[in-house]
């Protein structure tokens, strides 16, 4: 029997995904979300999630959509405010929505500590300011810096251009950003790639995130491209 | 404030003129992260004999002019969401990556907004304390780049000081910008206030003075 993490089916993918999971979303703005798995998840109809990502979408598609559909009660990201963002400040402003506010590299740096498995750290970042509130401080050679605690999840939605069966991953250019750390920090994996190659990817110098943290793959060929979608003025469902 | 108070301040370098002034201080080799806005006018006025190195937090080192028509590829943006391009010697990384570049030291110089800077060199520009708290990478930025050059205009849009004794609004950083550029002045922010490195000819001491609330050194 083989090692093989492919599905056929996107809904199958999503399909363990449980009411007030927390879910890691991959991306940076649009580049590398995994709009296609956030829009299974609508279908699936998990309520109460607790969401991890850079942004807190855009329009109603992709998280936006995901939002909208009130399946979200809480957001853990760097940047929630976006020109193009609904239903996220809808819901922030009539408080219907937690937010939690994390700066980017600490929140890169608490997930990447969750997948290496070292529970805190501290950083230089935020000292002095709001967000080190209530936060254990310490000096090292004369510097305050703050505790920070690893960040982890149920589940992380990932999106890659290339993987084999295997789940070894490449990305394109800047869609790379949060995923192979997200993938890391969860306890499931779920990945939709643009092309599945076939026995393994050609190069082995070129797999940036080793099977190892991948369950689940599944192919998504033809992609949303999310500033077209929004300017066509599509919505999910 | 009255039009009349607006009409009788006088402008002083311009937004491409300030740019300009941070791109001849930004040395040959250096890597450097310019912040959204303003800022990002700045790598336009590099001279052409020398090669600075852009870094974009979404993991972009080497980054190129933005995207012409025909090059946008909505996965080749940089931290404002903008498509952009890449250059000869340019790398992707994941964002704990990018930002091991910024928070381990290894940033030689960021250029960011303010809505207020104190003269201690506290950073005030992340948020007013209404609306949707939104950081993104401006703490860490401060945190960690060697050098912390703000950019802005000398005056609120009400026209107070932007350069204060100490910021009334919540912090990005605690005594972190070293350089400040205001279309009036250059200063450096010393342990006992800032010092004027450069004015404005339009302007004199005791019109600088007037219009600041932080101390400076002459």
Redesign the interface.
Known sequence: MEVNKLINSINDAVAEVFDGATIMIGG?????SPVELIHALIDHGSKNLTVIA?NAGNGRIGLGALIGQRQVKKVIC????SPKSIT??EQ?ENNEIE?E??????L??R??SAGAGIPGFY?????????ASEKESKFFDGKEYILETALSADFAFIKAENSDRYGNLS???????????MSMAAKQTIVQVKNIVGESLTDPEKV?TPGIFVDKIVEVNNPI???NAIDNGEVYP | MTNHNIQSLKPGWNRNEIASKIANDLPHGSYVNLGIGMPELISQYVDKGKEIIYHSENGLLGMGPPAKEYEIDYELINAGKKPVTILPGGSFCHHADSFSMIRGGHIDYCVLGAMEVSEKGDLANWTTGAGIPAVGGAMDLVAGAKNVFVMTQHLTKENLPKLVKTCSLPLTGKSVVTRIYTNYAIFDVCDNGLKLIKMNTQINFEFLEKHTDAKIIK
């Open positions: 940076f703005g649009e580049a590398g850079n760097s940047f929630a405010r996220f400040k922030y937010l506010v994390v700066p980017q590299g600490t890169a740096e997930i990447r950083t230089a970042t935020a000292v002095g300011t709001p967000l990305y394109s250019k800047t869609a790379r950003n949060f995923n192979p750390i940036i491209i999310e500033t």
